[in-house]
């Protein structure tokens, strides 16, 4: 079960850890190519979208590995689940209706969720 996590929330860290970094350093002008939804939203927000995915990223790994409040991991995973729903919304309600890359995001989270649970 501990391989298991690790095969599955480590590549989705990664993910996060990069799309977060990318939403707090880079300008509008630079996302925009990538994320089409960030014109509707306030920079302001944008930025602490990518905050909360990089704290994300690390609550998927960092409790796991050290042993301290190991219920931060399944709280991460449970997280994104929730954040990649409200992406759907944002994605549907404007131009941009590509989803597949949030309902991939979505099933992999859930399936973070699982092995999470052996350090509770």
């Known amino acids: 079960m501990n391989?298991?996590?690790?095969?599955?929330a480590g590549p989705l860290a990664l993910f996060y850890l990069y799309a977060g970094g990318m939403k707090v350093f880079r300008g509008r002008d630079r996302l925009r190519p990538m994320m089409a939804w960030v014109d509707r939203m306030p920079l302001a927000a944008v930025r602490a979208l990518g905050a909360v995915e990089?704290?994300?990223?690390?609550?998927l790994i960092?409790?796991?590995?050290?042993?301290?409040?190991?219920?931060l991991a399944l709280a991460a995973a449970i997280g994104f689940v929730?954040?990649?729903?409200?992406?759907?919304?944002?994605h549907l309600t404007g131009e941009d209706r590509r989803i597949a890359l949030n309902a991939g995001l979505i099933a992999t989270a859930a399936v973070a969720l699982w092995p999470a649970t052996t350090w509770l």
């Open 3 to 8: 391989i298991a996590y690790w095969i599955v």
């Open 82 to 90: 929730l954040l990649q729903i409200g992406a759907i919304a944002v």
């Open 54 to 59: 990089i704290l994300g990223a690390a609550g």
């Open 62 to 71: 960092l409790p796991p590995l050290t042993g301290i409040a190991p219920w």
